[in-house]
């Protein structure tokens, strides 16, 4: 049986990380903006996840991947 299609969404993209695994000071800024997009240096940090959405660059992220970025 096929799986069904991914949600494009910060949670579900390989490019997003959860800002609390951000580098200091990054990380401080976790409440205000819990995702930040890798894709880009420096990285961006998402106040809203609805971008995501529609993002032509977003891609799902590996199974059994480490989620987590170094700066």
Same mark, same amino acid.
């Given at each position: $049986? ?19 695994? $951000?580098?200091?000071? $990054? ?24 971008? /995501?959405?529609? /993002? ?16």
């Amino acid at each position: $049986m096929p799986h069904p299609p991914v949600k494009q969404a910060a949670a579900t993209c390989h490019q997003a990380t959860p800002t609390i695994f $951000m580098p200091t000071p $990054m990380w401080l800024r976790a409440e205000e903006a819990p995702w930040t997009c890798v894709r880009t240096a420096p990285p961006r940090l998402l106040h809203s996840t609805d971008a /995501c959405e529609t /993002c032509p660059k977003w891609q799902p992220h590996r199974a059994g991947g480490n989620r987590q970025r170094s700066a």
